[in-house]
């Protein structure tokens, strides 16, 4: 029930409400079409003063749009026990009009989950396509309570979206074990003029996997990534044990660490990292319409000085369907290529703290 509770009242931090909010369009003999969405809009400033090129960026307050979606939601029930399932949903910029020269043709500018699947509640759920990561799903969620910057251990995105497959079993008396690969090609890439040999690299898979464990106020997982270059990553694993505990239903706190070893062949971006060990704390306190959420990370980088990062955010629902918030964060980053041939100063290398204010109005 707390924890029932809580997510219900933090549901503006988190961003699920889609799934409260959808409006069902169809709903007949074990066939059902769920329309969602919702259109978001703030202004933001500040943030890292150098993209991963390593060139210096503007970091002035601007008017954003703040992942502004739509999506539809499908199943059909098979039988008592199988469930057949889709998914597909769109972004798309709520601030302004966007296109070629903007004349606003482009209409929704990603494609941001496509995926189909089977769900049984004896034998679990299969599921393939375009979908968020489930490390992220299972294991990095309690940390996930940001909607833009903040989250220091591995996203929805990591080694996901797109040509992957997943499984994960029904709860097994609070355990869920879950298994996913995404699969890198080079099928399609053309060889050079005079090349006779097959151009590519070939075929990879970067598989991750783990087990959760949610029992009562008690939500605890343990997971690994397969962080090949392809996806982003360095060639190594990665390993993360986080969890969360629900003191009251308004209050819950979270820990977690995660690790990543470093490889002596992999050479990151300006503002990348290769190995570290990353140690992340935090809380949520909810108080009526209101929640407030804090996090701090340690963040020992294997070849950069250690980082200090940390975000706050405040959200008020101020209906159902509409919320407003203000977002602070930084990453502590610092530029990690010779410094003398950008700036003088060192403290300029810095990032600004990060802000964001706006509102959302969830359908």
């Known amino acids: 029930m707390k924890k029932t509770l809580l997510a219900t009242a933090i549901v503006g931090a988190l961003g699920a409400s889609a799934a409260a909010q959808a409006a069902t369009v169809y709903d007949q003999d074990g066939t059902k079409l769920d329309v969602y969405g919702r259109i978001a809009m703030g202004i933001a400033g500040g943030g890292p003063e150098y993209n991963s090129d390593g060139n210096r960026i503007n970091t002035d307050a601007d008017f954003v749009d703040v992942y502004s979606r739509l999506g539809l939601r499908m199943s059909h029930e098979v039988s008592r026990d199988l469930t057949a399932f889709g998914r597909l949903e769109w972004r798309f910029d709520g601030d302004e009009r966007t296109g070629p020269s903007g004349n606003g043709n482009t209409g929704f500018k990603e494609v941001r989950q496509s995926y189909l699947g089977l769900q049984s509640d004896q034998f679990g759920t299969f599921q393939g396509g375009n979908f968020d990561s489930f490390y992220n799903q299972f294991v990095s969620l309690p940390f996930y309570v940001y909607i833009d910057r903040g989250l220091e251990f591995a996203g929805h995105p990591k080694q996901s979206r797109g040509d992957s497959i997943g499984y994960y079993t029904p709860d097994l008396s609070g355990f869920t074990v879950f298994l996913q690969g995404k699969h890198y090609s080079d099928r399609g890439v053309e060889a050079a003029p005079g090349v006779t040999e097959e151009p590519g690299q070939g075929t990879e898979v970067a598989a991750q996997g783990g087990v959760r ?70 809380g949520t306190f909810t108080t009526g319409p209101w929640a407030f959420t804090a996090d701090y990370y340690n963040v020992d980088s294997d070849s950069d000085e250690t980082r200090h990062a940390w975000a706050a955010g405040s959200y008020y629902k101020v209906s159902s369907n509409f919320d407003v918030f203000v977002e602070v964060a930084d990453g502590d980053s610092s530029f990690s290529s010779d410094e003398s041939s950008v700036d003088d100063n060192i403290d300029a290398l810095k990032e600004d703290v990060y802000w964001l204010t706006g509102a959302r109005y969830h359908f």
């Not at 706190?253 to 570290?276: F, H, I, K, V």
């Open 213 to 282: 464990y949610a029992q009562g106020p008690v939500t605890l997982g343990l997971g690994f990534v397969d962080d090949i270059e392809e996806g982003g990553g360095n060639d190594e694993v990665l390993y993360g044990l986080i969890g969360s505990y629900d003191f009251t239903d308004q209050f819950s706190m979270r820990l977690g660490y995660e690790t990543r070893d470093e490889n002596a062949d992999y050479t990151p971006s300006a503002t990348g990292e290769n190995g570290y060990d990353k140690v992340g704390l935090g």
